[in-house]
């Protein structure tokens, strides 16, 4: 693809920049006051409409459990015959890379102990009930629901990139069914400064979770003695390595990454499985599986109410919003590399090997954790609630076979993994910061760096504010604008879907409604 001078969205650009400078400056330049308004945002929120955030990820299920089943699902996204752009392989590596980063690898070994130490459905912690539910809930959070929330903005763009032919490829292009000509106004602009905003809260929350165990991985590995200047080199190097992918663009630089992050990550699974418990591993996905399934509505709307927990605020409500926060950004992503897909494949790649992708990851990571617990080999539980996540981490990565190898393997997976979720973040928001952007042309050069410069700054802030609990409420926060967009992008692609279903006579005859032909086919 080739790279035009393109000027800046100046309303985009400058609005996003305001938005993240108003959540930032407070925490830097007064942490406990800063903090103490995000705290008291997030508990307005989350105390306030945590029922908003479970409702929405199941309406927007709903949906594309309808969709896919409907006759819509055959449509192709893009000309009739037309041919897919990636390989199947390499682009199922891209939407689970860059969509998931590595977020999979950190909360795949740890996130099971904070449920089986705080378990939901008033259970008795550390008992067998919550381990059961402790293997159960990160395939919940993890799992088809949470798709559906990245599933959705990538059908609706899709259809409007490659079937209506829209000229841009921004969010606000997603709600034109809805808004119309609007989305070229002060509207439109709005929504797209949203999401930026929204997508710098869920990429700095990746980052800023994964900077202290790829710290302490190294500081474990090397003579190097962990603590800020080993974060600092850190983040300068992870922002030298993806600023460099994404300054190369799709084919050279995401791709590759890509197809080597998925490769590496099929070799340390298989090595988990071989070496490791494996009949506990195959038995416990198993029975977590069952237990998810059988519980999926329950799950869907717990709030506990009367016994005030607390879970969904912390867990539920939190996952559902870094997921809407990221959702946009993945939906453009998507849409950009899946000309030639069908609808109905698109959900199928996302929601159905994405969320398999996920469980597998549990699985491994996980279920070899619990293991160590059980068996009184790694007090996992007890490092989790005195030392925090990192250390668990490297814990359980110790006590592997073959342990200097797979801590190795498992850093430059979480390296790449989010590398590639940053790069084609960066990627992302500069085409939606850029001004008439042509179909066949990448962002500047100096723009998609720019973008991964300030995510790792966000990043920065952040942890040294409060850590995962900062992160948390960011993410939360912004994803909250967020649920009403992709409210009306659904029913934007709904109103689209019925127009173009309509005979030429019947249809509206302006020429936002007057897609081109829409071909059926296979994915």
Not at 229 to 241: F, K, N, P, R, S
Not at 514 to 523: E, I
Request: neutral net charge; proline residues 5%.
């Amino acid at each position: 693809m080739r790279t035009n001078k393109i000027s800046l969205n100046q309303p985009v650009f400058w609005s996003s920049l305001t938005l993240v400078a108003v959540i930032c400056v407070p925490v830097v330049l007064a942490p406990q006051r800063g903090q103490q308004l995000l705290d008291g945002v997030l508990g307005f929120l989350s105390g306030s409409f945590g029922w908003l955030y479970l409702w929405f990820a199941v309406a927007v299920a709903g949906f594309l459990g309808w969709l896919a089943f409907s006759r819509h699902g055959r449509i192709v996204l893009g000309d009739p015959g037309e041919k897919p752009q990636f390989a199947t392989h390499s682009w199922l590596a891209m939407i689970f890379t860059s969509a998931i980063g590595g977020g999979i690898m950190y909360w795949g070994i740890i996130e099971w102990a904070h449920y089986y130490n705080e378990p939901p459905m008033g259970v008795q912690p550390r008992s067998v009930q919550a381990a059961d539910w402790a293997g159960a809930y990160p395939m919940f959070h993890w799992g088809i629901t949470a798709w559906a929330l990245f599933c959705l903005p990538a059908i609706a763009l899709s259809y409007g990139y490659h079937v209506r032919k829209h000229r841009t490829l921004r969010l606000s292009d997603a709600c034109r069914g809805v808004i119309g000509d609007r989305a070229d106004g002060w509207l439109g602009k709005s929504i797209d400064a949203l999401f930026l905003f929204g997508l710098v809260g869920a990429a700095g929350t990746s980052l800023g979770l994964e900077i202290p165990v790829v710290s302490e991985s190294i500081a474990s590995l090397t003579p190097m003695e962990k603590g800020p200047t080993l974060d600092i080199l850190v983040i300068a190097v992870w922002t030298a390595l993806f600023g460099t992918s994404v300054y190369l663009g799709l084919q050279k630089g995401l791709k590759r990454l890509a197809d080597v992050n998925i490769w590496l990550a099929a070799a340390l699974g298989l090595f988990l499985l071989v070496v490791g418990p494996t009949v506990f591993l195959i038995d416990t996905t198993t029975n977590s599986v069952g237990l998810m399934l059988q519980n999926l509505p329950r799950m869907s709307f717990y709030t506990d109410p009367v016994g005030g927990s607390g879970f969904e605020e912390d867990w539920t409500v939190f996952y559902w919003g870094w997921w809407i926060s990221y959702a946009p950004f993945v939906g453009l992503f998507v849409a950009k590399i899946s000309k030639g897909r069908t609808i109905r494949g698109i959900i199928g790649a996302m929601c159905l090997a994405g969320s398999a992708g996920c469980w597998l990851s549990f699985a491994l990571l996980g279920n070899t954790a619990l293991f160590y617990q059980i068996q009184n080999l790694v007090p996992v539980a007890d490092i989790v609630e005195s030392e925090g996540d990192t250390a668990a981490i490297i814990a359980v990565l110790d006590t592997v076979p073959l342990a200097p190898l797979a801590l190795v393997v498992f850093l430059l997976l979480l390296v790449i993994f989010l590398a590639t979720t940053l790069d084609s973040s960066a990627y992302t928001m500069a085409g939606v910061a850029s001004k008439h952007l042509p179909r066949d042309a990448d962002p500047a050069r100096w723009h998609r760096v720019f973008w991964a410069v300030v995510l790792a700054g966000v990043s920065i802030v952040m942890m040294y504010s409060g850590g995962l609990e900062t992160l948390q409420t960011l993410s939360i926060i912004t994803a909250f604008p967020l649920i009403f967009i992709l409210a009306l992008v659904l029913l934007s692609l709904r109103r689209w879907l019925i127009e173009d279903e309509r005979p030429s006579s019947e249809a509206d005859p302006s020429p936002e409604a007057a897609p081109d032909k829409v071909g059926a086919g296979s994915m």
